[in-house]
């Protein structure tokens, strides 16, 4: 009998191409599902910072916070310190911060100057602001949210600044929610 | 024997690099973690901890939060304002001056805290400052303190020193600022 040699080459060619896409779908799955389960271990968490306002809570994981703070009329109260940002991963990460909401159109907005909400890094430089100022009964906000990379265990803070109207009544509170963005490599 | 002719090295090298890419391609694929951290904040105006009273030639603003102080050529260990602590909080006092305007005819100008000791910060000597702010000064619970200055001028005008009265939160980085502005006639 006689060998077609290029036939058979083109038949082992074709059962290992076979082979290596079998394999490769699997691992290009495996690699997926690695992903999913590291959602339970966030790289980058909060710490309360050396400005912790009395009254704040931390949530389960150090992945949310709720903040108490205070303002006073006719001054700048700044917590230099709010909140630490904590890179517990092995690899860089891209954080952001970002607005999700604001109380508005009441009266009691009226009542403050402004809300600022900074990022600062390790060096001390601003990366990232939420700035919520006041016009009539509504907050405005303008933003600097570009991600930006926070390195394998660095610790940077949040800053946060507060100022109410000199004829600000008191006790007079409004509420925001702000979210920090992450994507981490796994 | 046969030999390989160009066509089926061709065809090896094509085969060669489709190995290549089949089996480096798998170890490119990562995956990117996506989630976010929630911060609920809660902001309420609060009565401020520490106010500014009127003791001589002040005026005090909405809230006692910031005040003018005038004061004449001559003027000399004159308590011009009152600060009060009206917290069981301690907190610490720093003035700092972040403008002016006609200081050269000041001949003399201090202010200082004093309630007992006294802490120089700021003074101006022939025009010139010697020092724009001073060491933090102790303000325990429920206490009041006294901003007090000496002032002399060579020529007639108005001069303008305008300070933030720096109110810190012992050991912390908590602070607020109070503008105070002396006006030296």
Redesign the interface.
């Known amino acids: 009998m006689k060998t077609n040699i290029k036939k058979s080459l083109k038949f082992i060619a074709l059962l290992v191409t076979s082979l290596l896409i079998a394999s490769a779908s699997a691992t290009y799955y495996y690699s997926l599902n690695i992903s999913g389960t590291l959602t339970t271990f966030a790289a980058v968490i909060f710490s309360p910072g050396s400005d912790w306002p009395s009254g704040s809570t931390m949530g389960a994981g150090n992945t949310s916070v709720s903040l108490a703070l205070k303002a006073y009329p006719n001054t700048t109260l700044t917590y230099t310190q709010a909140l630490k940002v904590k890179n517990m991963g092995s690899k860089a990460a891209q954080i952001r911060l970002r607005n999700v909401n604001i109380e508005n159109g009441t009266s009691d907005v009226g009542n403050f100057t402004f809300l600022k909400i900074l990022l600062i890094d390790s060096s001390s430089v601003m990366k990232g602001y939420l700035n919520y100022t006041v016009s009539q009964n509504n907050f405005l906000l303008s933003s600097s949210t570009d991600y930006v990379s926070i390195s394998a265990s660095d610790t940077w803070s949040i800053r946060i600044e507060t100022a109410a109207k000199a004829n600000a009544g008191t006790d007079i509170s409004v509420s925001l929610q702000v979210a920090l963005d992450v994507q981490a490599e796994s | 024997m046969?030999f390989i002719n160009l066509r089926e090295i061709r065809k090896i090298v094509c085969?060669a690099s489709?190995?290549f890419i089949?089996?480096t391609?798998?170890?490119i694929?990562?995956?990117?973690?996506?989630?976010?951290?929630?911060?609920?904040?809660?902001?309420?105006?609060?009565?401020?901890?520490v106010i500014l009273q009127n003791i001589t030639n002040s005026f005090i603003?909405?809230?006692y939060?910031?005040a003018r102080v005038i004061v004449p050529n001559g003027t000399n260990n004159s308590d011009v304002l009152q600060i009060l602590n009206q917290t069981n909080d301690p907190w610490e006092l720093q003035l700092i001056k972040y403008s002016d305007s006609n200081v050269s005819r000041l001949t003399n100008c201090t202010i200082w805290f004093h309630n007992g000791d006294a802490s120089i910060q700021i003074k101006v000597v022939n025009g010139l400052y010697s020092q724009t702010s001073g060491d933090f000064y102790n303000f325990p619970t429920n206490m009041y303190g006294y901003i007090t200055i000496t002032s002399s001028t060579n020529s007639s005008g108005t001069s303008y020193i305008y300070t933030y009265l720096k109110i810190l939160?012992p050991n912390?980085?908590?602070?607020?600022?109070?503008t105070i502005t002396f006006e030296i006639t």
């Open positions: 046969r085969l489709t190995l089949l089996f391609t798998p170890r694929v990562s995956g990117s973690l996506f989630f976010c951290l929630t911060s609920n904040m809660s902001t309420t105006v609060s009565s401020p901890p603003y909405a809230n939060t910031s939160k912390t980085s908590t602070y607020f600022l109070y």
